[in-house]
């Protein structure tokens, strides 16, 4: 994230730590200590003193965020260069929105980018995250970067973050994964929802 950020005003990374593993201890208190002798106070580090998991986590990050903006991605999301660009630019334009981007999958055996098709986000009857084909109203207009509107996120987004807590935030007692996806969904179903492609590699 920090190379493919280098163009943009970022004002902080938030690292949140919801795990005790012994490995991220040391390495990870030295990498950051290491950036913040370069940029000081460019990363903040958040600990749980208990693990709190996936929905809490979310919440508790954006509780430490204090940028007018802001992204709530996993561990494992790799960033593409010039990925914020036009997901910042359609949060401007309305700040009302809620990007979900549109991930490609990195093959864990080779690191070769496989590209996903372009899809929205739904859910079926069960409540289970379904990928679904974009309208053909989206597919007329031609361009690859226009945003899909969906009737259900992910749980990677960014948002404006006072909106964020307008609509509520998340359900910090949600316990079971996934349940964010649809949540999310029906808390925006009266405004602009979208998925943007960035190519997030």
């Given at each position: 994230m920090f190379k493919s950020t280098a163009d943009i005003d970022v004002k902080h990374i938030l690292c949140l730590i919801d795990s005790f593993a012994d490995e991220l201890k040391e390495k990870l208190q030295d990498f950051v200590s290491e950036t913040n002798t370069q940029r000081p106070g460019f990363i903040k580090m958040v600990r749980h003193t208990k693990q709190e998991g996936l929905i809490r986590s979310r919440v508790s990050g954006w509780?430490?965020?204090?940028?007018?903006?802001?992204?709530?991605?996993?561990?494992?999301?790799?960033?593409?260069v010039g990925w914020a660009e036009p997901v910042l630019l359609r949060i401007k334009e309305d700040r009302t929105r809620i990007i979900s981007p549109s991930f490609d999958n990195i093959k864990y055996d080779t690191f070769e980018i496989e590209e996903y098709p372009l899809s929205a986000q739904?859910?079926?009857?069960?409540?289970?995250?379904?990928?679904?084909?974009p309208p053909k109203s989206w597919w007329h207009r031609g361009n690859k970067s226009a945003p899909i509107q969906s009737p259900a996120l992910i749980g990677c987004f960014v948002v404006d973050r006072l909106y964020f807590e307008e609509i509520g935030l998340l359900d910090e007692g949600m316990e079971v994964y996934g349940g964010e996806n649809v949540e999310l969904g029906i808390r925006v179903s009266n405004v602009s929802a979208h998925g943007v492609h960035c190519s997030f590699r």
């Open positions: 509780r430490a965020a204090t940028a007018p903006v802001v992204a709530l991605f996993d561990a494992h999301v790799e960033f593409n739904g859910f079926d009857w069960e409540l289970w995250c379904r990928y679904l084909n």
